[in-house]
């Protein structure tokens, strides 16, 4: 089961988002656009583990002590840069990297390795064709400048700041990813709650 760990995003940042897609997907119609029905922010990605293993994570993730917090959708930005843009996302404020730390100590408890880079929340609006799939932000290879979002990169800079608003994330979840040949399917398995700001 190739799972991962996120936060949802709220009904009306998640409808903004899609607006924005619907506007902007013709400035760079040779891209690989996320459907916004699966959009999330991620957390940590675990990868293929056995059922088995998949309840020991479970019940360790359960005991991750978190409090509710504010996460803004704002910016935007291209990996690993602008002049060589593989990946287009929208930028996320707010403390989600000391929920990523528990996370991942969590997780590393049980022998899931360690993140190797600074967390860097984002949503992945767009990826450039194929041979480009990785979100990762760190040079690949194959990587190079390309005119892929060339004129989203225009159209963008002519809009001023894009904000698409601010909500609470009084959970995260635990996902399962089934990769398909019309994209990724995303299936909750399990909700682990924050604790609300009324109750710190």
């Known amino acids: 089961m190739r799972i991962f760990i996120g936060i949802d995003l709220a009904p009306e940042i998640r409808t903004r988002i899609e607006r924005f897609l619907e506007g902007v997907q013709g400035f760079a119609p040779d891209a690989r656009w996320a459907r916004p029905e699966s959009l999330h922010i991620t957390l940590k990605f675990i990868g293929e583990q056995p059922l088995d293993r998949v309840e020991a994570i479970t019940e360790r993730l359960r005991r991750v002590d978190g409090n509710a917090f504010e996460i803004r959708c704002a910016g935007y930005g291209f990996f690993p840069t602008a002049k060589a843009p593989r990946v287009f996302w929208i930028g996320i404020q707010g ?106």
């Open 95 to 200: 403390q989600l990297a000391a929920l990523a730390e528990s996370i991942d100590m969590a997780t590393s408890e049980l022998g899931i390795p360690r993140e190797d880079r600074p967390f860097s929340p984002h949503l992945t609006l767009a990826r450039a064709g194929a041979g480009r799939s990785s979100g990762s932000p760190k040079w690949r290879k194959g990587d190079g400048p390309n005119t892929t979002f060339a004129v989203l990169e225009k159209r963008l800079a002519a809009m001023g700041e894009l904000d698409f608003g601010t909500v609470t994330a009084h959970e995260f979840i635990l996902y399962q990813s089934q990769l398909s040949p019309k994209g990724s399917k995303y299936t909750k398995l399990q909700r682990f709650p924050l604790r609300s700001l009324q109750h710190r």
